[in-house]
């Protein structure tokens, strides 16, 4: 049995009050709770910035390593272990900025993990910098002439053939929850990225803008299995922003190809020295 | 005592690596003891690339820079090269390719290429050719010969092995016709016990890691390093490990700690720069007291340098690599032997301390071919450390991952295995693992980390001390001048001089107190080192407070001969 309360955490929350990371919290403790996985196979693995401090206000195994390297060591915990269930959390500059190349490769790898991505189109731990989705022109300390073209995450996904891609919005728990469940049980590499408010840094890009913009592809009869239509819905952006599942696909999982783990996880398997005797043959 | 020296040279694509490796292997079968260096450029065709082979009756670990036969494959050799023949030494050439005239008593004229095309139907195996008649001069049992070529080509088909036996018996016989035979019966196959292996030091290294248990491998390509993980990730399919070829070397780190937390043994190998991408998340293995392995297989720097040469410029940058202060180890073996018993040691401190481990190496032993004692796989004994049960957890929901014990060690749960929630932080982090601000939590942590360097104090072994009594000089280094160093010290005490050793092949953390013993009653003190900067004296200097007499310095690339140290000690002794 697993209940609420096998995932609440005593640790004290940072964020700002009314900050859009409470609602992405809710929905990852709803989904967990709703798929019955215990805390002690789930594996929390985050980087560095608001949003990547979530793990510590819920409950899992965690490794909460350096900022932008979320999915390396997200990836060798899995090779280790791949009957844990692997959660990385990220805020657009760990995902976007600092470890983008990271990203391309587990991508292309497949490996079995679920990526969250608090895209707050702002660095908010560091206090307001531009990040890499801010808007062109957003005017932050470090870029006063206004920032650079966003990347745009969609689009950079569907390129590098992602298995499971996704848009939520932390103001909207319930289908965030729905999708996070969807990603987790996608076997592959599933990125999510979350539309989350920063109360305190983006004046631009607030609750009531995202409101008004954002709707279900579900509900217009969407088809995330073509790629020819996902390609087209990661290029909208404005007036109507679309979430849900963006795009699927069934892809050789990274773990599977590799003779080793057929077995059972490498973290099971004794060591044994003397198996390599054969080995030393080659060099006599 | 016999001491036989043998050169191949030529530009790369023309196999000089290939036959120079056929040519030891061959040697290795022998009763004697083997040594090959290999010297290339960093490119793929044309340069200068030559690879030497000494064999001979007594143990040795460095190169001779006097030449019993050059094998010269193209004509640039003989003239880079002929001043090191000996004056009874002999070149063997193709004339039709290096237009060289060299009298009959100094050169055999081999028609490597005509040898070929008659023989084998393949004039590019005109370099198997010259093995068949550097043995063909050495009236070597052919048998052999055709046996390591067998094995050599065995994955290209037989065809291709039986035109290399027909190119290497062309060469055998013109030789035996035409030359004049320099018959070496030391250095001839008597026995067939075979109880020795020729391997280089990333050959050592890696079988080292694998028999230690290492499941993880994340690399990236980079000079000297790359040969490790090609040959980890060539047993992928035989055996339990996986070799991970990924984006950047701070992902091979970020993978490897990634690994380590999740409980199996992972390593990382690189070279200079890769490692100046790896430092982030060396900090993070000894702030979240993660089990990782680095080898450092060190070239000329700074920034790309000599990428295919030799240097040990980064011992410091070993020691102190990372932000922070955090604890480590930094092992420095000097020869193959050594390297795969260092592997092996380097995965046991990492999981007993909880800590990163780094195996210095450097491009001279990673590529340097040696005979050593087959490995006894028996004496490899795995120490994990300090675990929790799976039993005697039960149901703890109150695990504490970074516990805080009187030597710094918190006894390790492992993800996914236990219902104990495993929790840490690259952020200063509480018992459990959470982040904090508070300063004593930070200062109990800190101290907690340190502490780990007590018990590793005592892991570390003494310098190898090889004491002359009444000592008119000690010659002192670290690393793969080992064998040169000793060699230089040995030629000496033959011309009546008292002569020590100290050599470092574990050298963090320090081992201080050994080495002030030996200073006591040292003579004069000669640091030996491959860099600009005399690292090692500084070290000892800092460590000691002892400053060493003499330095001899090399920083050009190439490895200490014997010859070179000599000649240098001259002057000092
Ligand atoms: C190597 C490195 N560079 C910079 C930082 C400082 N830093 C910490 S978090 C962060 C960016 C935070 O933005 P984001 O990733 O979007 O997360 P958020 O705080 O908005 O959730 C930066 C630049 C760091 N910790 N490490």
């Known amino acids: 049995m697993v209940v609420p309360k096998d995932y609440e955490s005593d640790v004290e929350i940072a964020w700002c009050p009314g900050c859009g990371n409470f609602g992405i919290l809710q929905a990852v403790k709803k989904a967990l709770v709703e798929m019955k996985l215990e805390p002690h196979r789930l594996l929390f693995v985050s980087g560095i910035g608001q949003g990547p401090k979530l793990p510590h206000y819920t409950r899992g195994n965690v490794f909460n390593g350096l900022h932008g390297r979320t999915i390396p060591a997200a990836t060798g915990a899995r090779l280790a272990n791949h009957e844990l269930t692997v959660i990385g959390i990220d805020g657009d500059g760990g995902a976007y900025g600092e470890g983008l190349n990271h990203l391309l490769a587990a991508m292309r790898r497949n490996i079995n993990m679920t990526y969250l991505v608090h895209n707050n189109q702002v660095y908010g731990l560091t206090k307001g910098q531009a990040s890499p989705t801010s808007d062109a022109g957003f005017i932050t300390k470090t870029t006063p002439l206004g920032a650079i073209l966003p990347v745009n995450p969609l689009a950079l996904a569907l390129a590098s053939d992602v298995s499971f891609l996704a848009r939520g919005f932390s103001g909207d728990v319930e289908h965030l929850a729905s999708l996070i469940k969807a990603g987790v049980k996608h076997r592959g590499f599933a990125l999510i990225d979350i539309l989350q408010p920063c109360v305190s840094f983006n004046r631009q890009n607030t609750f009531k803008w995202y409101r008004d913009r954002v709707y279900r592809v579900e509900d217009e009869g969407y088809d995330p299995t073509d790629k020819a239509a996902a390609t087209a819905k990661a290029q909208e952006w404005g007036d109507r922003i679309p979430t849900g599942i963006i795009y699927r696909q069934e892809r050789p999982v990274y773990e599977e190809q590799i003779p080793a783990l057929k077995k059972k996880p490498l973290v099971r398997q004794p060591i044994n020295p003397s198996q390599f005797e054969a080995l030393l043959d080659e060099f006599a | ?573």
């Open chain 2, 1 to 573: 005592m016999t001491d036989f020296n043998i050169m191949v040279g030529g530009e790369a694509g023309q196999g000089v690596q290939s036959v120079g490796a056929i040519i030891a292997k061959t040697l290795a079968r022998g009763d004697c003891h083997i040594f090959a260096d290999q010297d290339y450029e960093s490119r793929v065709r044309g340069g200068h690339n030559f690879f030497r082979i000494r064999a001979s009756t007594r143990e040795t670990g460095a190169v001779s820079e006097e030449l019993d036969l050059l094998v010269a494959l193209n004509s640039e050799t003989i003239d880079i090269h002929k001043k090191e023949v000996k004056s009874d030494g002999l070149i063997i050439h193709d004339g039709e390719t290096t237009q060289a005239r060299i009298s009959k008593t100094k050169g055999l004229d081999v028609p490597l290429i005509k040898l070929a095309r008659d023989a084998a139907g393949n004039r590019l195996m005109a370099n198997t050719v010259s093995v068949g008649a550097i043995f063909g001069l050495l009236d070597y049992n052919f048998e052999i010969i055709e046996s390591i070529l067998t094995k050599e080509f065995t994955r290209q088909g037989q065809k291709i092995i039986d035109d290399n036996i027909k190119a290497a018996r062309a060469g055998y016989d013109h030789a035996r016709k035409n030359g004049r035979s320099k018959t070496l019966p030391e250095i001839r196959l008597t026995s067939r016990k075979r109880a020795k292996i020729l391997l280089n030091g990333n050959e050592a290294i890696s079988l080292g890691a694998l028999a230690a248990g290492c499941k993880l491998i994340a690399g990236y390509p980079m000079t000297p390093a790359s040969s490790i993980m090609e040959y980890i990730a060539g047993k992928e399919k035989e055996y339990d490990v996986a070799a991970v070829h990924v984006e950047d070397e701070i992902a091979a780190i970020n993978m490897a700690v990634g690994a380590g937390y999740a409980g199996i043994r992972s390593m990382v190998a690189t070279s200079g720069g890769g490692f100046s991408l790896m430092v982030e998340g060396l900090a993070l293995a000894g702030m979240t007291e993660t089990p990782v392995v680095i080898v450092l297989g060190q070239r000329p720097g700074p920034a790309t340098g000599l990428p295919t040469r030799t240097e040990q410029g980064e011992l410091w940058y070993a020691l102190h690599a990372g932000h922070g202060e955090f604890p480590r180890a930094v092992l420095s073996p000097s020869n193959a032997k050594e390297a795969f018993y260092a592997i092996v040691k380097a995965f046991n401190l990492a999981e007993k301390y909880q800590t990163p481990v780094i195996v210095l190496t450097d491009h001279h032993l990673a590529t340097s071919y040696a005979t050593v004692d087959r490995f006894d796989l028996r004496r490899v004994k795995i120490e994990r450390g300090d675990t929790v049960s799976p039993t005697k957890i039960g149901e703890a929901r109150s695990y504490r991952r970074h516990a805080v014990t009187d030597s710094g060690i918190s006894p390790r749960a492992l993800p996914g295995l236990t219902k104990a929630l495993v929790v840490t932080d690259s952020d200063e982090h509480d018992e459990a693992g959470h982040m904090i601000e508070d300063a004593a939590t930070r200062i109990e942590q800190d101290l907690k980390r340190l502490r780990k360097l007590d018990g590793l104090r005592k892991e570390i072994g003494p310098p190898v001390i090889k004491e002359a009594p009444k000592a008119d000089a000690t010659l002192i280094g670290w690393g793969s001048t080992g064998g040169a160093i000793e060699e230089a010290a040995a030629i000496f005490q033959k011309d009546g001089k008292a002569v020590s050793t100290i050599h470092f092949n574990e050298i963090w953390p320090f081992p201080a107190d050994e080495v002030k013993a030996v200073f006591e009653k040292s003579g004069k003190t000669v640091v030996i080192e491959s860099n600009a900067t005399a690292q090692l004296a500084g070290l000892i200097r800092r460590e000691t407070g002892k400053k060493v007499d003499h330095t001899i310095l090399k920083y050009d690339g190439r490895p200490f001969s014997p010859k070179y140290i000599i000649s240098h000690l001259k002057g000092v002794l």
